[in-house]
C-alpha cells in the first residue's frame, strides 16, 4: 500500500517546486587553509620549546612556595598559576608599561660571578592595592584601579615589602635545577630610565595571574636572554658531569682511569731568544745564540702548550734531563702572562 503524505508535506513539495533552489543544500566552500603563526626571520628564536618549558616549571614550582608564603603572611586565599612563557623581544614588555609603574630589578647571581643584566619583575596595580590593604588588617576591594596609578610615599614602602616576599622565594624555586643567590632588590620608578637591556634584545616573559578573593591580577617576570644563556649553560654543565660524581659512587676515579692511557705531549723550554731576520739568514755551524738565561736557572716544563711544572736541567744515564722541582699554578700563569 503506497505511502499517504500529509497535508504539510504536500505543501513542502509544492513549495520546493515553484523555488528549487532555495532548499538546495548550501554547495561545500573549499576548505578553509589553517592558520599558521608567521615566522619573523628578522629576529630568529634564540630558545627551544625545550628551554621555556624548564622555566615554565622553575615558575610552576615558584608559584606554589609563593602563594603560600602570601597566604601565610596575609591570612588571605591566594592562588597563582603560570599563564605563559615566552620568547619575545624587550621592547615588547617595556611597552605594555606605563610611566608610572615600578619594575623590580633582582640580580640573580651564579656560581662563576660573572655580570649579567637582573631580572625585571611587574605586578598590576590593582593586585598590589589590594595586597597592601590586606597587609595593613582591611579587606581587599575588587575596585577598578587605573594602569596609570601614582603610588604614594606610605604605598611605596608597602610596595617594596611585599616585593620582598613575593621575590624572597626566587632561590627556593631555582634550587631544583641550579644553585643561584639573589641580591637586593632594586626598585626603578620610571621604566624607560632602565637601560641595561636592549630594546631589540631577547628576553623569555612569564605571566603569572594571581588570585586573592575578589582581588585578581598579574605579577610579569622578564628574564634577558644573556642571563638565560649562562643559566642554561650551567644547567647543561650539570647534566652532563653529574653522571659521574654524583650518580656512580667512585665516579672521579673512574674517569681517570679510562684517560690515563691518553698520549700527551711534553716539552721542556731552555729559554726565548729574539732574532731578525737578517741574524737567522746568517747563522752558521758554531755560532751561539743568547737565551738570556743563566746555566743554573730552572727551564719550564709544558704539557700540550700549558706550563704545568718547573725543571733543573741535568743529565740521567747519559742522557738530557729535566728533574721536576716545582709545580706551576693558575695565578703563577696569569702573572706571567
Not at 63 to 79: D, G, K, P, V, Y
Amino acid at each position: 500500500m503506497a505511502e499517504v503524505l500529509t497535508q504539510s508535506q504536500i505543501d513542502a513539495l509544492l513549495s520546493e517546486m515553484e523555488n528549487p533552489d532555495t532548499n538546495q543544500p548550501e554547495k561545500k566552500t573549499e576548505n578553509e587553509k589553517p592558520e599558521y603563526k608567521k615566522y619573523d626571520f628578522y629576529s630568529p628564536k634564540k630558545f627551544t620549546k625545550e628551554r621555556l618549558k624548564m622555566i615554565n616549571n622553575i615558575y610552576d614550582n615558584y608559584t606554589r612556595i609563593a602563594s603560600s608564603r602570601i597566604n601565610s603572611i596575609l591570612r588571605a586565599n591566594c592562588e597563582m598559576e603560570v599563564i605563559s612563557v615566552e620568547e619575545q623581544r624587550y621592547h615588547e614588555f617595556s611597552n605594555a608599561l606605563s610611566e608610572n609603574d615600578i619594575i623590580v630589578l633582582q640580580p640573580l647571581h651564579l656560581s662563576d660571578k660573572a655580570k649579567a643584566p637582573p631580572m625585571v619583575a611587574h605586578i598590576s596595580s590593582g593586585l598590589m592595592l589590594g595586597m597592601m590593604d590586606r597587609l595593613l588588617g582591611g579587606s581587599e576591594s575588587d575596585e577598578y584601579v587605573s594602569a596609570d596609578y601614582s603610588y604614594t610615599e606610605i604605598e611605596l614602602v608597602l610596595y617594596k615589602k611585599m616585593m620582598g616576599y613575593l621575590l624572597g622565594v626566587t632561590e627556593d624555586a631555582w634550587s631544583s635545577y641550579l644553585k643561584v643567590t639573589c641580591k637586593d632588590l632594586k626598585f626603578e620608578s620610571n621604566p624607560g630610565m632602565f637601560q641595561e637591556v636592549s630594546g631589540e634584545a631577547p628576553v623569555a616573559i612569564i605571566l603569572i595571574n594571581v588570585r586573592m578573593n575578589k582581588v585578581e591580577g598579574r605579577i610579569t617576570v622578564c628574564i634577558p636572554g644573556n642571563l638565560l644563556e649562562r643559566i642554561f649553560t650551567y644547567i647543561d654543565k650539570q647534566r652532563n658531569t653529574g653522571t659521574y660524581e654524583d650518580g656512580l659512587p667512585g665516579g672521579r676515579e673512574q674517569i681517570l682511569e679510562q684517560i690515563k692511557d691518553s698520549s700527551l705531549t711534553v716539552k721542556a723550554e731552555l729559554g726565548k731568544a729574539q732574532l731578525t731576520l737578517g741574524d737567522i739568514r746568517n747563522l752558521c755551524i758554531g755560532d751561539v745564540i743568547d737565551l738570556r738565561k743563566n746555566k743554573d736557572e730552572e727551564i719550564t716544563l709544558y704539557v700540550e702548550e700549558q706550563p704545568w711544572f718547573e725543571c733543573a736541567l741535568g743529565a740521567y744515564k747519559k742522557y738530557a734531563a729535566a728533574k721536576v722541582t716545582n709545580k706551576i699554578t693558575k695565578k703563577e700563569v696569569k702573572a706571567n702572562g
